[in-house]
């Protein structure tokens, strides 16, 4: 009989007594005892249970988490949950883009793991079956493909860790160590857990080649030991250190696998403690993340019972919210992709959502506490001056999602920075003084500026736009918007769009002065009664004629009309300029007869790229105009840079060296354009002002797409 079936008798068709006697009589190949089996079980169940025990602490606070973050997680959302887990968590998708060689190595530990993790089931039951394997893996064709994979990738492990521990010690990048001034607290730490987690894998990795290594010289006359050998190239390698002292080996195996399980132990114990609680977090996260369109923000309900006015507390945040603190793996890729961390503002997202975490673990023993006795916990806001979220850390977001696409396991900074905001707002009435203007003029004059609302179609002056309210009957309804309505230097886009329209025969019109704001910057801005009461305005007005279809030149619009105010009641097609004029002009309605012999470079709104994945048109369009000469920024596309003006940081004062305009001006300026595009007034209005600045207005131009076009028809 072989060995696995001798050991496993109950599986070979023994009673439960063949199977005790099994365990508790245990022959070894390398004299293993009672004795080990007995202190293994100790130590299995010590460690085990103490994983068992803070998994337990960890669970209850997720759990006793809000569940209202308005997402929809049924079982219909399930497919697109799956591809994600399947493309971002097994897949590692996002490891493969940047930061290399980080990302690959980490995408060879992970898979290393998984591989891996067979070696430590069989590694652990041989702690009560000495020649177990695991069915289908032993010297059949099987077991030597799998020993194979095995040593590849125990080998890539070490590998990896190697050029990893020398980042931590040799190279250390700011990415890992963090980024000043922002992150002059992570900077702090002393990062002893980062090494002793990397050493842990390193040590789990060498006794795992020792322990292999060993075992093939003291069962050299085991057929099926020796038949996977042939498999284990650097096993192998292990195997001749012992120089086939059989003594040596025994030992050397018995030392190897106590060490190896004892680490395991070990580091399950530190995850929950530690970043690398991302280990068992990360892949349900990514399950959970968003499947609702990546810039759609929750309806927050006002009408029922106790309505929450913000998030502030530890108990305020969400299931998923919860989740994103367990999963951050520190690695600071968001930090390093976002333009309020690069223009030295206070907001790192990992130092925030770290400082976020902390109080949470800080607060777990009083709400266990309030758990067990089924009371109401109520906690101090973590946000404010003294607390762990500072307000101007709130502040300085431009909510454009740079640190959410950059994130490899998927976790959410916007939603959360909008939460804190209604806080500041609907809560505490504590906001940036100009933020009265702003609000203001939205509640009086329906628009950020707070201009008269009789300016609102003072753009299509003696341009004979048909109005809605005498042309019923139109295809599309132009809604405008306050950036196009009302900026002096938008208007002349406006203007443009409507002579294209007007040039391929479309049939349209617009509201004139009844238009009215969406409310989409009361909503980044926090300000959601505000926002709502904005929004059912307008669903109710656009709702008083018969319209189908929208057309929109702006991202804002457009993200908050198609993507937002369906909650409230409003489904029209919304169409954006873009996709409509690309159409045109690809079927010959918008001739274009002059030469635009400019080079030209695209600056991608958040709004269209990140939140709406709206790439390709624009490009698409300005390569269809005569002579353009079309360059590449190199942050463009998902690795854009916001122009300052997101979140409603349009509205807010920026100091003068704090400017993220003036560093998406440089990115743009590298490649010395004549013409930056846009397709956003707030982009136009943010890279204009930036230009001006930096006294390049006599050389460089800052255009909608639409003038371009329009400035070659006739
Ligand atoms: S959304 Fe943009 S500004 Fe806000 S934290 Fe993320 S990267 Fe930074
Ligand atoms: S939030 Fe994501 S990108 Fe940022 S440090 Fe954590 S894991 Fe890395």
Redesign the pocket.
């Known amino acids: 009989m072989c060995p696995t079936s001798r050991y496993l008798g109950i599986a070979s068709g023994g009673s439960f007594s063949d199977w005790l006697s099994a365990v508790f009589l245990l022959e070894t190949s390398y004299e293993g005892d009672k004795m080990t089996i007995v202190l293994w079980s100790v130590v299995f169940l010590a460690g085990v249970g103490f994983f068992a025990y803070q998994m337990t602490g960890r669970l209850k606070i997720l759990f006793a988490a809000r569940r209202d973050d308005g997402r929809d997680y049924s079982p219909k959302t399930w497919g697109k949950r799956i591809k994600n887990t399947l493309v971002y968590g097994f897949g590692q998708g996002k490891f493969f883009r940047d930061e290399q060689p980080a990302g690959m190595l980490h995408i060879a530990v992970f898979w290393g793991f998984c591989v891996l993790s067979l070696q430590v089931i069989t590694m652990f039951t041989r702690g009560w079956f000495p020649s177990f394997v695991i069915p289908g893996l032993g010297g059949d064709a099987l077991g030597g493909a799998y020993a194979l994979l095995k040593d590849i990738f125990q080998t890539a492990v070490v590998v990896g860790i190697l050029v990893l521990l020398s980042r931590w010690w040799i190279f250390k990048p700011e990415r890992l160590f963090g980024f000043l001034p922002a992150e002059a607290r992570m900077r702090k730490h002393s990062h002893l857990e980062a090494y002793l987690i990397l050493l842990f894998i390193l040590g789990i990795m060498l006794s795992g080649f020792v322990y292999d290594g060993a075992r093939m010289v003291t069962m050299a006359s085991v057929p099926d030991v020796m038949a996977e050998s042939a498999w284990q190239p650097v096993s192998y390698w292990f195997s001749t250190l012992f120089a086939g002292n059989v003594e040596a080996a025994e030992w050397g195996a018995q030392a190897a696998w106590w060490m190896h399980n004892i680490i395991i132990l070990m580091f399950l114990n530190l995850l929950p403690r530690s970043?690398h609680f991302?280990i068992i977090t990360?892949i349900p996260n990514v399950f959970m993340g968003k499947v609702e369109a990546r810039g759609h923000l929750p309806k927050r309900d006002f009408t029922v019972e106790n309505p929450l006015f913000g998030r502030s507390t530890v108990n305020q945040f969400s299931f998923k919210q919860v989740m994103?603190m367990y999963?951050?793996?520190?690695?600071?890729?968001?930090?390093?992709v976002c333009p309020a961390t690069a223009t030295h503002k206070p907001l790192a997202?990992?130092q925030m959502?770290?400082d976020m975490r902390d109080a949470l673990y800080a607060s777990q023993p009083v709400w266990l506490q309030k758990i067990a006795v089924n009371g109401a916990p109520e906690f101090e806001t973590m946000v404010g001056e003294g607390k762990p979220v500072l307000d101007d850390v709130v502040w300085s977001c431009v909510q454009c999602r740079a640190?959410?696409e950059?994130?490899?396991?998927?976790?959410e900074?916007v939603d959360k920075i909008v939460d804190m905001r209604q806080h500041l707002v609907q809560e505490a009435s504590r906001f940036p003084a100009e933020l009265n203007r702003t609000f203001k003029g939205l509640e009086t004059q329906s628009n950020p500026w707070g201009i008269s609302r009789e300016e609102r179609d003072a753009w299509a002056e003696g341009l004979e736009i048909p109005r809605i309210q005498d042309n019923p009957n139109v295809e599309y309804l132009y809604y405008v918007g306050c950036g196009g309505a009302f900026d002096s230097n938008n208007r002349r886009s406006t203007q443009s769009f409507a002579k294209i329209l007007k040039k391929a025969g479309v049939s349209f019109a617009i509201l004139g002065k009844e238009e009215l704001c969406n409310g989409e910057t009361a909503r980044r801005l926090g300000n959601e009664y505000l926002f709502q009461t904005l929004a059912e305005a307008l669903v109710a007005l656009l709702n008083q004629y018969s319209i189908k279809k929208i057309l929109v030149n702006c991202p804002h619009c457009f993200n908050t009309l198609a993507k937002e105010y369906p909650d409230f009641g409003g489904k029209w097609e919304i169409t954006r300029a873009g996709d409509l004029v690309n159409q045109l002009v690809a079927r010959g309605k918008v001739p274009m007869e002059g030469k635009f012999d400019k080079k030209v470079v695209y600056h991608d709104s958040c709004n269209y790229g990140r939140f709406n994945g709206v790439y390709d048109e624009p490009r698409d369009i300005l390569q269809k105009v005569p002579g353009v000469r079309f360059e590449e920024i190199t942050q463009s596309r998902e690795k854009g840079t916001c122009c300052g003006a997101g979140g409603g940081r349009m509205w807010l004062e920026e100091a003068k060296d704090q400017r993220v305009n003036m560093l998406r001006a440089d990115q743009a300026l590298e490649k010395k354009p004549d013409v930056i595009a846009t397709s956003c007034p707030y982009c136009k209005i943010m890279l204009g002002s930036a230009i001006n600045e930096k006294g390049e207005n006599e050389k460089v131009q800052v255009m909608d797409v639409m003038e371009i076009v329009a400035s070659q028809i006739t």
């Open positions: 970043k991302h990360a994103d999963s951050c793996t520190e690695c600071g890729r968001c930090a390093s997202p990992r959502l770290l640190c959410e950059a994130c490899p396991v998927n976790i900074y």
